[in-house]
Structures are given as structure tokens and as C-alpha cells.
């Protein structure tokens, strides 16, 4: 059986931060969400393909952008990336592509509605 070569991947587009989504609101007060760094990335913008475009679209997702990133385990769809356009997405959809070298992960990113605060 043949092996394909690994792909080197570079991310010299930009860094993006990854947040994690956590109450600031004081014990017994309504919750109040605020943005925690968890890192700091380089990234490389890729391109939305047209299956992944519109797969989203049938799941009320508008997807603006994908990035890969050296990978982290702890990075989920619970979190919140900023890139260096500054605008704050939902990650949407975390994936692994085989046969790269560092390994890294894809970040599907869809922009959210309403700001969250940093701090």
C-alpha cells in the first residue's frame, strides 16, 4: 500500500485568539458572559469550499471563514475565536486533516450576533 507524503503547513496568515466562553456575573447575580484567553495562534486562511458552504447552510449556519492552526485538544465549539479582522466567531465545526506536518486542526467559524465582553 502507497503512503502519501505529509503536507508541510506553514500559518503565516495572522493570529487569531481562541476565548472560552465564561460567567463574570457575582455568585447569586444574573449570568453575565465574558471572553477568557486560552491562546494565542498563528493561523492560515483556507478557503470554504462549496460542500462545506452549503452542508452549513442546511444546519441554519452561515459560515464565513476557515482557519488551520496548530492543533489543541482542548479547542471545542464551545469557544470563540478573533482573528485579526477583530470580529469574535462561534466555532462552529473543529476538524483534524490526516497526513499534516504539525498537526493541526480546522476551524469552521461562524461571526456572532451580539459582541461578547472581554475580561
Given amino acids: 500500500m502507497l503512503q502519501s507524503k505529509p503536507t508541510n503547513q506553514a500559518f503565516s496568515d ?18 453575565v458572559d465574558r471572553l477568557t484567553i486560552k491562546h494565542n495562534l498563528r493561523y492560515e ?4 469550499g462549496v460542500t462545506r458552504y452549503y ?15 496548530p ?3 482542548d479547542v471545542s465549539t464551545q469557544d ?5 479582522d477583530g ?12 497526513d499534516v ?8 467559524l461562524e461571526e456572532v450576533a451580539a459582541q461578547y465582553g472581554i475580561g
Wanted: hydrophobic share 40%.
Fill in 14 to 31: 495572522g493570529l487569531v485568539r481562541i476565548y472560552a466562553v465564561t460567567n463574570a456575573a457575582e455568585p447569586g447575580k444574573k449570568p
Fill in 45 to 48: 486562511q483556507r478557503t470554504v
Fill in 71 to 73: 492543533r489543541r485538544s
Fill in 80 to 84: 470563540v475565536a478573533v482573528p485579526i
Fill in 101 to 108: 506536518v504539525p498537526s493541526c486542526m480546522d476551524l469552521t
Fill in 87 to 98: 470580529r469574535q466567531y462561534r466555532i462552529v465545526q473543529v476538524q483534524y486533516p490526516p
Fill in 55 to 69: 452542508a452549513a447552510m442546511q444546519a441554519n449556519v452561515q459560515v464565513q471563514s476557515v482557519l488551520r492552526c
